[in-house]
């Protein structure tokens, strides 16, 4: 094997480890930041013996031998958390190794260790750019430049958003803790939206190029499976779990072959993926047997299962689908709901009635300067032969909308009107 | 990306014979390791070759059907996982995690699904350009 392959294999086992690494030092050092480093360098050891001595045989506890044993000796030469070493030292037997512990027991303590560590990324200290870093570089594996990449920002700019988030964690003193009871009520729906923030960033990109990155769909539904593992009776997680499997299975059928947006109702059925849509379904089952029927993601899962059930655009059913958006307007009550409950309107009871709502929230102008508001009200309009009104509002959407491929869309919309003939 | 990992039938799974309790158990263990860990996309365990049969088509465009069992064992597949995971690397070191308690010789086989991101986002000449464009401007602001 190359050093190369090692390198690859390194970061390999990294991507796997990581995670469960610093959540397991997080519990003995109490300071995010510190396990991390630790943890890095327990890498930079694997990174400097494994091309040599190869890749040991249970690479996970290699590295949180490794990490453990400097964490003992940064600990020594500071005063300040002296405490912290015989906390440290009770995890490692008397030759540094890990001490033996039942299997069943080390899982359970892994389990929380690993929740412990996303309810602190996703600490309410923390703005949401930081947890959405943190979380991906913590709990995602991913390193600073692949979070920058993801993102489309210089790789500067995540490494201070993670270094000033670590300070504030610090700073903060929090608890390494799950939340329990009214605490987790409170705390759980800020994990869940940072993670289906990353995915949404995938899947509608809101800068850039591309109208999709699904490496961070990828990286977000990995991560909504990891939290259904850790938290399964959690109706909620099950819901973004659904939610997010669901749309995922659509991410092929939404770009054209010139990578151009395809809208939902437009897509080629037969290029969904299936087997994600079966497993957002069994997500979707489980989320409600859990008694999770009101819950925002758990109504957004059902309404992209209504789509995903649907054989043929024809065959979705509206009416459903506007019943399950009146609960969504009562329980998750915002204008963008109101715009999607508007359309459902529309294909169900016709564009007038659509195109009613859509007024009626232009007039709030809550919704000002988003782009699918005349993106939605040109398609009425032009449903109801307003041609001249809707390609106004088609134009408006372009000049709104940040996203390169999106724009060229509206504006063939735009144009599309303009010679009906050729329609 | 994803790949499709298959276990390779041997002269026990080809004779219909259950692994021991101890390998089940384990591979049970495995199985919600690799859930838990959010990688595992799919996974099935597959009956003999007795039980199935092959579909063979000739140039001329006529079909023939021939039952099992099949008698290349080594290269007959006994179960499989779909995993999706970061790297070929990933996949082989999830693979290499699995357990083989009963001590027989085995080969599993990994193979990379195609998908989307074949052709997606990392490969876009854009999305180069766009990168090259913020490595410049990272530089300029060093």
């Known amino acids: 094997m190359t050093a190369t392959d090692t390198h690859r294999v390194i970061e390999a086992v990294w991507r796997i480890e990581s995670a469960r690494l610093i959540a397991g030092l997080t519990r003995m050092v109490r300071d995010v930041g510190i396990a991390e480093d630790l943890a890095q360098d327990a890498l930079v ?45 009770r995890g490692l037997g008397p030759d540094g190794a890990v001490a033996p512990a039942a299997d069943a027991a080390i899982d359970d303590e892994v389990g929380d260790d690993l929740l412990s560590l996303i309810f602190t990324c996703c600490h309410p200290v923390l703005s949401t750019e930081a947890r959405i870093a943190l979380t991906l570089r913590m709990l995602g594996g991913l390193s600073t430049e692949e979070i920058a990449r993801a993102y489309l920002v210089p790789s500067a700019t995540i490494g201070q958003r993670i270094s000033r988030a670590k300070k504030t964690l610090a700073a903060a003193q929090l608890p390494f803790e799950v939340p329990t009871g009214d605490d987790l009520a409170a705390r759980l729906p800020a994990v869940l939206d940072v993670v289906y923030l990353i995915f949404n960033e995938g899947y509608s990109a809101t800068a850039g190029d591309d109208w ?3 490496g961070l769909c990828e990286d977000a539904l990995r991560l909504g499976r990891i939290l259904a593992g850790l938290a399964p009776r959690e109706p909620e997680v099950h819901g973004l779990v659904a939610l997010m499997e669901i749309q995922a299975s659509r991410i092929r059928a939404r770009l054209g072959p010139d990578g151009e947006p395809v809208l939902l109702l437009e897509q080629d059925r037969a290029r969904w993926d299936y087997l994600l849509i079966g497993r957002g379904l069994v997500a979707l089952d489980r989320a409600q047997a859990l008694g999770g029927t009101t819950g925002p993601y758990a109504v957004q899962a059902a309404i992209a299962a209504c789509h995903a059930r649907a054989r043929s655009a024809e065959e979705t059913d509206w009416v459903q689908i506007v019943g399950l958006y009146d609960v969504l307007s009562r329980i998750a009550p915002s204008p963008v709901v109101e715009l999607n409950r508007a359309v459902a309107l529309g294909m169900a009871h016709g564009p007038a009635s659509g195109l009613e709502l859509v007024d009626a929230i232009a007039a709030t102008s809550a919704l000002e300067g988003y ?4 993106s939605v009200r040109g398609d009425l309009l032009a449903k109801l032969g307003r041609a001249e009104e809707a390609r106004a509002e088609f134009a408006r959407a372009a000049s709104l909308t940040q996203n390169a491929r999106e724009r060229a ?7 599309g009107l303009g010679h009906p003939s050729t329609g | 990306m994803r790949f499709m990992v298959m276990i390779k039938a041997n002269a026990d799974s080809e004779a219909g014979l259950m692994p021991s309790e101890q390998l089940l158990r384990d591979m049970g263990n495995y199985n919600e390791e690799l859930v838990k860990a959010g990688v595992m996309l799919a996974g099935e365990g597959l009956h003999p070759s007795s039980k199935g049969a092959r579909v063979r088509f000739s140039p001329d465009g006529k079909t023939t059907v021939v039952d099992g069992p099949f008698t290349e064992t080594k290269e007959l597949v006994a179960g499989f996982w779909i995993l999706q995971v970061k790297s ?31 052709f997606g986002d990392e490969f876009t000449p854009e999305l180069r350009e766009q990168e090259d464009r913020l490595r410049a401007e990272a530089a300029k602001n060093a």
């Open chain 1, 371 to 374: 782009h699918l508001l005349p």
């Open chain 1, 45 to 89: 050891a694997a990174l400097e013996r494994w091309p040599e001595s190869g890749v040991p045989d249970k690479p996970g506890a290699w590295l949180m031998t490794t990490a453990k044993r400097r964490g003992i000796d940064v600990i020594r030469r500071s005063a300040r958390l002296e405490d912290k070493q015989a906390e440290l030292a």
């Open chain 2, 88 to 118: 070929k690397e990933e996949a082989m070191e999830w693979v290499r995690r699995v357990p083989n308690t009963d001590n027989v010789e085995s080969e599993i086989e990994i193979r990379q699904v195609f998908e989307a991101e074949d």
């Open chain 1, 212 to 214: 999709m990155r699904p």
């Open chain 1, 409 to 415: 869309l509206l504006h063939a919309r735009a144009a």
